[in-house]
């Protein structure tokens, strides 16, 4: 049986779109969205969709970046090796061996992360980490002028070349982009399962772009749609693997969506995420609570703007965030979906305006 959840994760993390160049991952949203409300799009290329409810107001909005981590060419050299710029961030270890697709003018180009190799190193250097200065990406060819044949030139977006994959155990995905494909998935699972349903407030489900370079799109969007309450669907940082101590992250994959209590840029509106909680609890969701000092989300940009929003963070745990390959666990997605249809219900003027007295 054709499973739609896992086609959309599929679909969405598949396709390219590094920040500042978010067009074909924008024009599968769109496709997604077009369907469940009135589109439209800020002036930096975010994506609204507008799904009126019983009432115009409260306005909720519900964020999710859709670029993803990649890169950009920045120079040539006359060999025909490409220097590049990181666009978001990168755990500069996964990067050698990586193979990358640049986007050029004349098509697809495929290319691979290389460096000096250890054969070649001193002693002292061969087991230091690589930086990231050092190395170039590697299309094959001989001369600069093969690569200026094959299309590359300066500004064409570099994006991880990985593709989805449905693991052993059938409940865990691996893939590239899921920060925060699996934010933009559930904006358009969660407005799917709205149609069936009552809702007393308007719902604003928002693809934003430029996350990764300092939450830009959300920046903009913001004004856009001027809510009085916000939802930031992201992906959060799984803490079940081997070096992880539970004070830095005790989330884990298959518990249950998390609720950020903490994050470098945002601390959530505590009536709002006690809300949450307690939802949570009475439909019987599993709901994890994490704290991320190191990290910021959209919810930086939206919570400031004008006097203040309500926002609260919603994360689906996933394993090695920031390289090009993750691993998110379904039941976390569904329990996600299923908590979020919930809140939406429930967010009436009254109970927004309490978010604020
Ligand atoms: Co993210």
């Known amino acids: 049986m054709a499973d739609a959840t896992l086609e959309l994760l599929k679909e969405l993390t598949e396709a390219n779109g590094v920040p500042g160049y978010e067009g074909p991952v924008r024009d599968l949203v769109r496709k997604h969205l077009e369907p469940l409300g009135k589109l439209s799009q800020d002036k930096i290329g975010s994506v609204i969709c507008q799904v009126e409810g019983s009432a115009e107001t409260p306005k909720v909005m519900l964020a999710g970046h859709m670029d993803e981590i990649g890169f950009m ?130 719902v604003y489900g928002v693809a934003t772009v430029q996350e990764e370079v300092g939450v830009r799109g959300a920046t903009t969007s913001v004004r856009a749609v001027d809510p009085d309450v916000a939802i930031v669907l992201e992906s959060d940082i799984a803490g079940d693997v081997p070096g992880i101590k539970p004070d830095e992250s005790s989330v884990e994959l298959g518990k249950g969506p998390t609720v950020l209590i903490y994050d470098a840029r ?39 703007h004008n006097t203040g929003v309500p926002t609260v963070v919603i994360g689906v745990a996933a394993r090695h965030i920031h390289s090009d390959s993750s691993i998110i666990h379904r039941g976390d997605y569904d329990n996600a979906v299923k908590l979020l249809v919930e809140i939406i219900k429930r967010l009436d003027a009254d109970k927004v305006a309490e978010f604020t007295a």
């Not at 590359?152 to 590239?176: C, E, H």
């Open 266 to 304: 945002m601390i959530p509106n505590i009536k709002l995420r006690d809300f949450l909680m307690e939802t949570a609890e009475e439909i019987e969701v599993p709901l994890q609570v994490s704290y991320i000092e190191g990290g910021a989300t959209d919810g930086a940009a939206i919570h400031l």
């Open 73 to 202: 060419v920045k120079h040539i050299t006359k060999e025909g090796f490409l220097h590049f710029l990181p666009l978001g961030g990168w755990f500069d270890q996964v990067l050698l061996g990586q193979r990358v697709v640049i986007k050029t003018r004349m098509g697809d180009v495929v290319g691979v992360i290389g460096a000096k190799p250890p054969h070649l190193l001193p002693a002292d250097q061969r087991n230091k980490v690589v930086k990231r200065k050092d190395m170039y990406i590697d299309i094959g060819a001989t001369s600069k002028e093969e690569v200026e044949e094959a299309g590359v030139r300066p500004g064409d977006p570099v994006i991880p070349r990985a593709d989805f994959v449905s693991l052993a155990n059938g409940k865990t995905y691996l893939s590239k982009a899921f920060d925060d494909r699996v934010g933009v998935a559930l904006i358009v699972s969660t407005l799917e399962q709205l149609k069936s349903f009552e809702h007393p407030n308007t």
